[in-house]
Nanobody
């Protein structure tokens, strides 16, 4: 399995950005997909995930109401729509895939990782 994240960039506070993660080399529908992020000097943290099969979504509290994860099984791509961005959202965003049937916020639960895409929010 390979994951390729794209779409990061520089955006002003209050703005929006959509990042994507293209999945290949496996059966996309067999994987729960997630986004994590790592800010400078901080540990990687769970952001949001969309579960396989029922496509239920789960998000960390700080992004609820602002970020939306979605998956397109036909395009084998997962998206993260980020609205009302804040400077504290600045980070490298990583997509990840897990073969587990449930969503985990622990990075160890994810089998595959993309290379990351940088999102910078200016104040």
């Amino acid at each position: 399995v390979q994951l390729q994240a794209s779409g990061g960039g520089l955006v002003q506070a209050g703005g929006s950005l959509r990042i994507s993660c293209a999945f290949s080399g496996g059966t996309f529908s067999d994987y729960t997909m997630a986004w994590f992020r790592q800010a400078p000097g901080k540990e990687r943290e769970f952001v949001t995930a969309v579960r396989k099969r029922d496509e239920n979504t789960y998000s960390t509290e700080s992004v609820k109401g602002r970020f939306t994860i979605s998956r397109d099984n036909a395009k084998t791509t997962v998206y993260l729509q980020m609205n009302s961005l804040k400077p504290e959202d600045t980070a490298v965003y990583y997509c990840a895939a897990s073969s587990l049937a449930y969503v985990s916020s622990f990075s160890q639960a994810y089998n595959y990782w993309g290379q990351g895409t940088l999102v910078t929010v200016s104040s």
